[in-house]
Every structure is written in structure tokens, then in C-alpha cells.
């Protein structure tokens, strides 16, 4: 039994120190943000609603159903059947049911049905377009990571440059090879890569929090993530497409357009449900009813008699004919107008606000392409020139202070190399994504 519980045991550390140890691809942050997100969970219950609202203008068109009981008591002088005034107290019970169906409302109900569901679908596309701004957020931040573990691993590279060169010079020093003034200055040159490379974990660090939180994860305790391989982490793409492509690409397939033309017509339902109002409603009715009267001090059927001979049913057709009404209707349809200009301008102002992100992204792409390859090649001239003054340093050719320059240099244009990298991986994944394309590398 001892033996079961030792093996349940470790195979619950076991599972746990791998759930711990789990990486996260950019597919998965993404799909767990959409998951967990508040924001899109209260954009969904926005698209909820307009569920509900599309149903009850549908239901608008059933017949309706009432019913009705009423008690009065009554008591005071009244009149009598000879002409006089007595006290009297009188008490009625009475009981109806009733319904009615519209049978012409102005073209309301359907109308209000098409607009409902006009409503409905631009919510969901808003739905969509929340969970695409979560993308661009989760992939941006995945990003930014990927980015500060490469400044780390530079910041290690040159903390391990520089604390070789210190144990060479201590060893130096103690040959009399050397000065105690140069060893004190790669000591400090040492102590300035220590804190750089502090600030680079601290970055990283801070990276990792802003993902998690975006992912609505309680801690960045244990979280990692996938480290593409740099050598198929990057493909500089012959030609891009040019802005004008994609955005007529963009204009048929991203949500907060498809959103915008969606509400554009229903500001045109909205002008017919106003106008409605201009024209005569119909409706049929039935019901049934019954009651029960009686006066204290006089003689009076039993209730179940009345309530029997009483019972009437009913059924008829009611006309409203709108004559006046304070111009409030022609109002209506006014002011339904302006919200459709409005509703016209904002579609146009969605549209040039995509045209110019689509812009914006293009020529950032296209300028961290041109920074990527001269980047590689400032990195590979001063990762030369690195090496041949290292090796001018350790054979006494030349100066700690030419020795650390080169290296300065060299570590510069490495930083310099991956920061181009990673943000023309980043633009063009964002410029595929306009195209309707899932955001991945």
C-alpha cells in the first residue's frame, strides 16, 4: 500500500514538474487568449444579446395572450330605479381573457426582424475582430520575447568575453605582464556587462509578465515558449505585396469592414421601421369575458349563474389610422437619416484607417528588410574586425581600450542584427494577416 502511494505520488510531481516545463507555441497563447480574454468574453455577450433581440422581434408576429380578473367594491348614494337617492353597496367580480394578432403594422415587424438580424451579424463580426486584435496583441508580445531572450544571450556573450579577459589579465598581473591599472579597467568594463546583462534579464522578465497577463494566466511562474530556430526563423521575401493588394484583399474578409456594411444597411431598416409609423395599423382581436354583479339588500342571482349567464365571446378587427402626431414622426425619419450619413462616414473612416495600417505596415516591412541585410553585414564586418583585434590584444599588438571598442562594436551590431530581424518577421506575419492569413512563424 506504502509502495501505491510512493508511485502515485511521483507520478504527480512528475506530471506537474512537465506541465511546469511546458512550452507555449504562438497557436497556443493565441487560442488560450480567445479562450480567457475578458474583453471578448463581454463582445460575446454583446453578440448574446443581439440573439435575444432578433428572437423577440420574430415573436413580434405571434398572437398575444392576456388575462384579467377584477374585485369592486362600491358604496355611497346612487340612484334608484323611481327617481330617488339611497345608500347603497354594490361589489362585481369579473374575468376576461383576450388576444390579438397583427395583421398589417406598416412593414414594421419585418423590417425590425431584418435589422435584428443585420445587428446580429455585425456583432459577430465584432467578436471577430476582437479575437484578431488579441492575435496581433498575443503575437507582438510573443515577439518582444523572442526578441529580449536574443539581447540576453548577447548580453551573455559579452559578459563571457569580458570575464575571460579579466582572469587573462589577473593572471597577467600576476606574471607582471601587466598593470594593475588595465586589469582594474576590464574589471570595470566587467562590472558594466554584469549589469547590462541584469537589465536584459529584467526585460526578459518583463516580457514574459505582459504575455501572461494578456493570456490572463495568474503567474509567469513557469511559463515559457517556443524557440523557433534562427536558421529557419527568417525568410526575406523576394518581393511584398504592395499595399494597394492587400488591402483589396483586406476589404473582403476583415471583420470590422464586413462589421461596418453590415450596420450601413441596417441604418437603412432603421429609415423604413421610422417611416412605419406613417401608415394605418391593423390588428384582429377575440376574446372571452364574464362577470358577477350584485347590490347589498337586494335579490341577485347565485355567482356560478351569472358567471354562466354571463359569458360573452368576441372577436373584431381594430384600424388606427395616424393623422397627427406633433411631427414626430417625420422627425423620426429625419433623424434615422443623419444616423445613416453618420453610419456612411464611419464605414469610409474604417475603410482609410485600414488602408493606412496596411500602409504603415508595408513600409516597415520594407524598411526592416533593407535594416536586416545591412545589419548582416555590419555584423559579419564587425565580428571580423572583433576577432583580428582580439587577436592583436592577446599577442600585446594592441590597447584593452582598442580591445573593447571592437568588442562593443561587434556586440552593437549583433543587437542591431536582431532587432531588424525580429521586426521584419513580425511585419510581414502582420501583413499576411491582412491578407486573411493565420499569424505564425
Known sequence: ??????????????????????????????????????SIKQQDNVRRQQELSLSTSRNSRL????????????????????????????????????????????????????????????????????????????????????YNMEIADVACRQLAIDSAQVKRLEAFVENGKASQAQLS??????????????QADN??????????????????????????????????????????????????????????????????????????ALYPKLYFNAGLQTNYYKTNGMQAESFASQMKNNFAQYLGVSLNVPIFNRFATRNNVRSARIDRENRQLQFDLVRKTLYKDIQQVYYNAVAAGSKYESSKQAQQSSQDAFKLTQAKYENGKASITEFNEAKNNYLKTESDLVQARYEYLYQTALLDFYRGRDLNF
Open 1 to 38: 500500500m506504502i509502495s501505491l502511494v510512493l508511485i502515485v505520488l511521483l507520478v504527480s510531481l512528475a506530471s506537474i514538474d512537465c506541465q511546469a516545463q511546458q512550452q507555449w507555441t504562438l497557436r497556443q497563447c493565441m487560442d488560450y487568449a480567445i479562450e480567457h480574454n475578458i
Open 63 to 146: 398572437p398575444d395572450l392576456s388575462a384579467s380578473a377584477s374585485e369592486n367594491y362600491s358604496f355611497g348614494r346612487a340612484q334608484t330605479l323611481d327617481g330617488t337617492y339611497s345608500n347603497r353597496n354594490t361589489n362585481s367580480t369579473s374575468f376576461s381573457i383576450g388576444t390579438s394578432v397583427p395583421l398589417f403594422t406598416g412593414f414594421q415587424i419585418p423590417n425590425q426582424i431584418k435589422l435584428n438580424q443585420l445587428n446580429l451579424e455585425a456583432a459577430t463580426q465584432d467578436l471577430e475582430k476582437a479575437k484578431n486584435d488579441i492575435r496581433m496583441q498575443v503575437a507582438q508580445a510573443y515577439v518582444q520575447i523572442l
Open 185 to 198: 579597467q576590464q574589471q570595470a568594463t566587467l562590472a558594466q556587462a554584469q549589469l547590462t546583462a541584469t
Open 203 to 276: 526585460n526578459l522578465q518583463l516580457s514574459v509578465l505582459a504575455l501572461t497577463q494578456l493570456l490572463e494566466l495568474p503567474s509567469p511562474e513557469g511559463f515559457s515558449i517556443v524557440r523557433p530556430d534562427n536558421t529557419s526563423l527568417l525568410v526575406l521575401h523576394s518581393s511584398l505585396p504592395s499595399p494597394d493588394a492587400v488591402y483589396q484583399e483586406a476589404l473582403t474578409i476583415k471583420p470590422e469592414v464586413r462589421a461596418e456594411q453590415l450596420r450601413l444597411s441596417a441604418a437603412d431598416k432603421s429609415i423604413s421601421i421610422a417611416k412605419a
